[in-house]
């Protein structure tokens, strides 16, 4: 089993920028498709940014694309989300997660971080 931990949320101005990550623990993060999670107040849990586990198949959401960026350091065991351009509307709890390919883009991998708060004031 892996787990997940998020760090780099908080409250930021439109326009500003934040790096999320996510550290892993109990496995390498090599042996998992990952992606990251958001859920604003309200709405349902959606798929903002996800990789295969080669790194062959990459997905942005339409909302995120030109603006968020994923990434991985396998030997630091994290997964990254850079993301510029901040809008109010990316206002969410973000999340971290991990599992096959399949199950990632679907929305249903198995295993999640707690969560990071973004907060995007206009």
């Known amino acids: 089993q892996v787990q997940l931990v998020e760090s780099g949320g908080g409250l930021v101005q439109a326009g500003s920028s934040l790096r999320l990550s996510c550290a892993a623990s109990?496995?390498?993060?090599?042996?998992?498709?990952m992606g990251w999670f958001r859920q604003a107040p309200g709405k349902e849990r959606e798929i903002v940014s996800a990789?295969?586990?080669?790194?062959?198949?990459?997905y942005y959401a339409d909302s995120v694309k030109g603006r968020f960026t994923i990434s991985r350091d396998n030997a630091r065991n994290t997964v990254y989300l850079q993301m510029n351009s901040l809008k109010p509307e990316d206002t969410a709890v973000y999340y971290c997660?991990?599992?096959?390919?399949?199950?990632?883009?679907?929305?249903?991998?198995?295993?999640w971080g707690q969560g990071t708060q973004v907060t995007v004031s206009s």
């Open positions: 997660a991990a599992d096959s390919a399949r199950t990632v883009l679907s929305g249903r991998p198995e295993y």
């Open positions: 109990g496995r390498s993060i090599s042996t998992y498709a």
């Open positions: 990789f295969s586990r080669s790194g062959s198949i990459e």
